[in-house]
Nanobody
């Protein structure tokens, strides 16, 4: 059974850094054949795409606000995708979700809370 498990969340101070991890299991061939993404959902708001790392090796950040501060990367050997977040801001407090897309199917992790506060 396919599963995604996020880790690395918690409390960060404004201007600090945090690295989220998402480890996949149960996917035939591992994550090398998957497009991996990070989303976030703040209270009362819709889920928002933050970054995508395609199976072809292209990394894309979507909100202009995170460009230059967030970096998505992957380790196919360990079936893990990362989101490095630098210079974090209080408005980025949200539940962060990992997702994997394979063909027409999308899989989700359970989400992990990230709180940015002093």
């Amino acid at each position: 059974q396919e599963q995604l498990v996020e880790s690395g969340g918690g409390l960060a101070q404004p201007g600090g850094s945090l690295r989220l991890s998402c480890t996949a299991s149960g996917f035939t061939g591992g994550i090398s054949a998957l497009t991996m993404s990070w989303y976030r959902q703040a209270p009362g708001l819709k889920r928002e795409l933050v970054a995508t790392h395609t199976k072809f090796g292209h990394a894309v950040n979507y909100p202009r606000s995170v460009q230059g501060r967030f970096t998505i990367s992957r380790d196919n050997a360990n079936n893990t995708v990362y989101l490095q977040k630098n210079n974090v801001k209080p408005e980025e407090t949200a539940v962060y979700f990992c997702s994997a897309r394979k063909d027409a199917s999308t899989y989700w992790g359970q989400g992990i809370q990230v709180t940015v506060s002093s």
